[in-house]
């Protein structure tokens, strides 16, 4: 627009500013935690289909199986390539976070804004050594949470953005 | 915060308010950022400083003679008007009415009924008066501390700094008693904090003066270099807060007319006549008249007219007025409200071009405040009007008042690319996005068009998002999210400009941070 100055066209909507920004990618450990979470709806799910269909020998009970595997391989197929997607980037103002596939967005947090920082870690994320780290601004829109992480870096970029939202913080 | 407080610039809103407020001089010039130093004389008032961490015991029994003797000491907890139990008291009579019924009333007979009434009212005036002596509030250093409770004691401490807007609010019965209930917007709190429910005019209007100071003293850049021609004002203000208690430039009036008239060209309005019309035609027809069938007519036509109506209420007499760097908003007819807002706590500027109006050009501005939940559907409860009906003029004016700079004619507001059409075939030419000299300005709508004004100081966060469609046209969105409301977003921009509006508002986001 009536920029200082635009910076260079984008190439794909996941690389904006790709000469200066430096995307760094989380975990692919990742992966395997969504699958498992994946695998675990699915077990429930099919479980269910399969009592079913033994007990009441409807042909529809096995349509309804082989359409749960389906459209869980082709979810475990987006989950790889989605958790490939997903980025982070911390440039010297604010965090940039993307994620997604199909409908991709990028948030762009200015630490200035940050009210507070949370770090977490369920079970399953436990069992593969990751964490979440996830930051909140007054706004309740706000996007900006970073799955997949090792907990050091994890707790590297919790104090990174506490310390420089401390800096910089300011009121509403 | 706290580096704020030795500078001339932190000092400066203080001095004034103390002879405003004679009860509390040292607390209000230590200025502790925590309550304990609000005690320099601390055996004078052992109360205060005790009552939040030993709750158990009774609470003040007398103010006057307990505490408002030490005047060294801390500043004495105040109780509510003592009229205020017959207020909650009276209120819970129409609760208790309307919680009977009329069936209620047919089946025990007219001298049970009042009896019952009587009984369970006096219940509610008798739990209202415990209430009342268990509530206290006073201000301690930068805080706003209310007690409350008997048997769960509650001490909430409300933080100053994080004081969004204060409102006097006057349902009817207050009016008639002369009192007023004080609310507080804080951010953070989804719903109003702290109402204190009932004060005397004078003392909510005092108080209120004095929050809004110790608020604005907080960080000294605020009250500052927000509006720098009358930088004496605020001190002025707040040396006399009752004697000028309307003080204040007057901004804009709005004639009744005008807001009558407005809400006659609501569709509710509109759709009347033929509701009407259509239930006469189906009695006429059937040519029965049940009671219960125009009962129910008569109550789904209440609950159509009840939106035109009550902004007729809340709209009724709706006067704004700038006060130093504040807002000032007056409005209702059976309930007045009050509202005051720093202008620093503007988060969004919302202007709607509803279609009727459309015919008279007017407009209506609505002003987001931090502290209101954004999903709050209870518009009522959202004091969130800045015009309820002017024409482009009055509305540019305004805008321009709250936001210095911002000339609503002339925003370089820019289309996105003709291939929108293809997501939006009606809409896509009211779509626009610009960014101002200090705001970010979206525009969106068909039938009623809206225009959103973000300050970059208040941008909390920017997302751009892309669906599938999107992608295939080389499209993105941009929103803008603010504390408070829905903030402002700009749809379907073409890619490269989405990314390039993206790292603009940033700049300008951290730019606007700078130079506050």
Known sequence: MNAAEPPQSPVSALEPWPDTVRWQPISTDLIWVELLRLALGLAVLLVGLAVGWAWHGHWLFGVGCAVVLLGGGWRAWT??????????????????????????????????????????AGPLERAFDLATVQLHTAAAATDARVPGLRPAEASRLRDRLTALGEDRAEGL | MTDGHPGPGAAHPTPPDVPAAPDSPPAMQIRPTWGTPAVPAAPAAPTVPAAPAAPGHPPVPAEPTDQGGAAGGAEPRQRLHPLSPV?????????????????????????????????????????????????????VGRELRVY?????????????????????????????????????????????????????VADAARLRQRL??????????????????????????????VAREPAGRPLHAVSNTDL???????????????????????????????????????????????????????????????????LRIHNGLLETRMQTVPLERVQTVVVTWPLLWRMKGWLRLRLEVAGYSGGETDDRNRPDRLLPVGDRETG??????????VRLGALPLTAPPARVRWLRPLSA?????????????????????????????????????????????????????????????????????????????????HAARRTR
Do not use: C
């Not at chain 2, 509701?275 to 789904?300: C, M, P, R």
């Open chain 2, 212 to 241: 809004l100071a110790v608020a604005a003293g907080t960080p000294a850049r605020e009250t500052a270099d927000a509006v720098p021609p009358p930088a004496g004002d605020p001190a002025v203000d707040a040396a006399a807060p």
């Open chain 2, 260 to 326: 009558l008239v407005s809400q006659l060209l609501t569709p509710q309005a509109f759709l009347l006549p033929v509701g009407v019309a259509f239930v006469v035609f189906q009695f006429l027809s059937e040519g029965s008249w049940s009671f219960i069938a125009v009962a129910s007519t008569l109550t789904a036509m209440a609950g159509v007219l009840l939106q035109p109506v009550r902004r007729v209420l809340d709209d009724w007499n709706f006067r704004l007025a700038r006060e130093a760097d504040r």
């Open chain 2, 148 to 200: 409350e409770g008997l048997l769960w004691r509650r001490t909430r401490a409300i933080p100053l700094e994080r004081l969004q807007s204060v409102e006097v609010v006057r349902p009817l019965l207050a009016q008639l008693t002369g009192l007023a209930e004080l609310r507080l917007e804080v951010v953070g709190g989804g719903k109003t904090e702290a109402p204190l429910a009932y004060l005397s």
């Open chain 2, 87 to 139: 207020l909650h008291g009276a209120k819970s009579l129409f609760v208790v009415i309307a919680g009977l019924s009329w069936s209620t009333l047919s089946r025990v007979g007219f001298g049970w009924f009042a009896v019952l009434v009587a009984v369970l009212a006096l219940g509610a005036t008798v739990l209202a008066v415990v209430s009342w002596y268990n509530t206290g509030y006073h201000i």
């Open chain 1, 79 to 120: 989950i790889v390539r989605a958790v490939h997607a997903w980025g982070y980037a911390e440039r010297a103002d604010d965090l940039l976070v993307r994620h997604g596939l199909l409908v991709r967005r990028l948030s762009i947090v200015p630490y200035s804004r940050m009210q507070f920082v949370d770090v977490s």
């Open chain 2, 396 to 405: 540019a004016r305004i805008v321009a008042e709250v936001l210095p700079g």
């Open chain 2, 429 to 509: 030419r009211r779509l626009a996005a610009g960014l101002d000299e200090r705001v970010f300005a979206a525009r969106s709508g068909l039938l009623t068009r809206e225009l959103a004004l973000v300050p970059y100081a208040r941008v909390q966060s920017v997302r751009v998002v892309q669906g599938p469609a999107q992608r295939r046209l080389r499209l993105a969105t941009v929103h803008v999210d603010t504390a408070g409301g829905a903030g402002a977003t700009a749809y379907h921009r073409d890619l490269a400009e989405a990314w390039a509006l993206a790292a603009e508002l940033t700049a300008r986001v």
